[in-house]
């Protein structure tokens, strides 16, 4: 078998990306599902530079442009991703000898038939090596925008978007989670006693895993250092799923009561929906839906997975009405599509394909599935409206929207939510920020059908 160049996998992982037919995740988890046999310090290595040169991308163009005649953005698409990645491994990856950075990609370059351009990319990367120590930012005192774009690689008019709507400091914080490597959160089954929630935390960490508790739910728990979820004791039994606070928070938040009917509008890969399952433990009904098989397969892997069984699956756009989900819901869960900008720590390209005018199109998708489902809920029922973003207009806006659209009321939250948060709920509304809670970046509304 021939040998495998890591450094020219994720250069034509970055190559694809440019090209912005898929997000990250996806490429670089097909990149290391194809390339599985390699050993572990090798797949780490590529994961490892290719979320990280996406990552830092502003950053590093930002030094490639102190450093270069030739602009990153004259640059040709090669050459370009090739200084990327080959500086972040200067910059972010002191373990590897500035000598061998410089010598693969002037190897890589001439490899893929760009033998002009090696001595200027030997140059480039060996005058950044020798000058990486007295980098200069934007002055973070006459452009504080500027400073915290390079500083945190994010798009100036996100950063002022965020100053805006959440303060200053806030905006910082928050852009500083972005950018620190995020422990995966996991929902142990509630069934399981404290003695069992124990036993299975002391054989994750034998197994090298750093367990912590959630400081929000007696149930989540925050794992680092594990290599995959699938391989974890506990994970094929069904006594744990990955899932973020802010989304169990979801379904604390709606009161669900046993007996209840639930209908998840837009459900995959499951999560709130099998969280919902388990607080009717064995009563009532979940109705999952989404809107392609793809989803729904997801979901029902996740239902096998867990032996839950009281939901039941369906193929269902949410834009498109169903009657016999008419006034049938006592709790209506509304995932809605959004921006995503809750979620850049682990979707790193999000930041740089979203632009103003998105954040203001998916409002209207957003309107026509709550303007679609609304007649789901029975009177009395309780819609739990919720986004994986910061944007007032998706959020706050929304809510305030449906309210006076559809006749419905906020539901305080209070003594439904952690004491920790319970100051935050106003008027049936939490908005979590990264960096200033420990969650994803999310929203939920809890709106009561008069």
């Given at each position: 078998m021939a040998q495998i160049n890591t450094r020219e996998i994720v250069l034509d992982i970055l190559l694809e990306l440019s090209g912005q037919t898929e997000y990250s995740n996806v490429l670089i988890g097909a990149a290391l599902n194809k390339y599985d046999y390699l050993d572990s310090r090798e797949k780490a290595f590529i994961k490892r530079v290719s979320e990280g040169t996406i990552e830092r991308r502003i950053y590093l163009d930002y030094v490639l442009d102190q450093y270069s005649k030739t602009p990153v953005i004259k640059m040709k698409p090669l050459i370009r991703e090739l200084l990327r990645m080959s500086v972040y491994q200067l910059?972010?990856?002191?373990?590897?000898?500035?000598?061998?950075?410089?010598?693969?990609?002037?190897?890589?370059?001439?490899?893929?038939?760009?033998?002009?351009?090696?001595?200027?990319?030997?140059?480039?990367?060996?005058?950044?090596?020798?000058?990486?120590?007295?980098?200069?930012?934007?002055?973070?005192?006459?452009?504080?925008?500027?400073?915290?774009?390079?500083?945190?690689?994010?798009?100036?008019?996100?950063?002022?978007?965020?100053?805006?709507?959440?303060?200053?400091?806030?905006?910082?914080?928050?852009?500083?989670?972005?950018?620190?490597?995020?422990?995966?959160?996991?929902?142990?089954?509630?069934?399981?006693?404290?003695?069992?929630?124990?036993?299975?935390?002391a054989v994750w960490e034998k197994e090298g895993v750093k367990v912590q508790r959630h400081p929000y739910l007696p149930y989540a728990f925050r794992l680092q250092g594990l290599s995959g979820v699938h391989s974890l004791a506990g994970y094929r039994e069904g006594r744990f799923s990955v899932q973020d606070v802010s989304s169990m928070l979801v379904v604390e938040a709606a009161g669900i009561r046993p007996g209840d009917t639930v209908i998840d509008v837009c459900a995959a890969p499951g999560g709130k929906a099998l969280h919902a399952a388990a607080k009717l433990n064995g009563t009532g009904e979940v109705i999952a839906c989404d809107v392609s098989r793809y989803k729904t397969d997801k979901?029902?892997?996740?239902?096998?997975?867990?032996?839950?069984?009281?939901?039941?699956?369906?193929?269902?756009?949410?834009?498109?009405?169903?009657?016999?989900?008419?006034?049938?819901?006592?709790?209506?869960?509304?995932?809605?599509?959004?921006?995503?900008?809750?979620?850049?720590?682990?979707?790193?390209?999000?930041?740089?394909?979203?632009?103003?005018?998105?954040?203001t199109e998916i409002q209207t998708l957003q309107r026509e599935i709550i303007t679609n489902v609304i007649d789901y809920i029975k009177p009395g029922g309780t819609l739990m409206y919720?986004?994986?973003?910061?944007?007032?207009?998706?959020?706050?806006?929304?809510?305030?929207?449906?309210?006076?659209?559809?006749?419905?009321?906020?539901?305080?939250?209070?003594?439904?939510?952690?004491?920790?948060?319970?100051?935050?709920?106003?008027?049936?509304?939490?908005?979590l920020l990264p960096g200033v809670h420990e969650t994803d970046g999310f929203f939920l509304a809890k709106l009561r059908k008069k």
């Open positions: 910059l972010f990856m002191e373990h590897i000898p500035a000598s061998a950075v410089c010598n693969e990609a002037v190897k890589l370059a001439k490899r893929r038939r760009f033998q002009n351009l090696q001595g200027y990319v030997n140059g480039v990367l060996r005058n950044i090596a020798r000058g990486r120590e007295n980098i200069v930012l934007p002055d973070r005192e006459k452009d504080r925008t500027a400073y915290l774009s390079v500083r945190y690689s994010m798009p100036t008019w996100l950063v002022a978007h965020f100053s805006a709507c959440y303060g200053e400091e806030a905006c910082e914080k928050i852009l500083q989670a972005y950018l620190e490597r995020g422990a995966v959160s996991v929902r142990l089954d509630e069934r399981l006693s404290e003695r069992e929630r124990e036993e299975l935390s979901i029902e892997e996740n239902l096998a997975r867990l032996g839950m069984g009281n939901v039941s699956v369906r193929v269902q756009d949410a834009r498109v009405r169903d009657d016999s989900l008419v006034e049938k819901a006592d709790v209506l869960l509304a995932d809605v599509p959004c921006s995503g900008l809750g979620v850049i720590g682990h979707k790193q390209d999000i930041k740089y394909r979203v632009t103003r005018e998105s954040l919720s986004t994986c973003t910061m944007n007032p207009g998706e959020n706050e806006e929304m809510a305030a929207w449906i309210c006076e659209t559809f006749g419905l009321e906020p539901v305080d939250m209070k003594d439904r939510l952690p004491a920790v948060l319970a100051g935050e709920g106003k008027q049936g509304m939490l908005q």
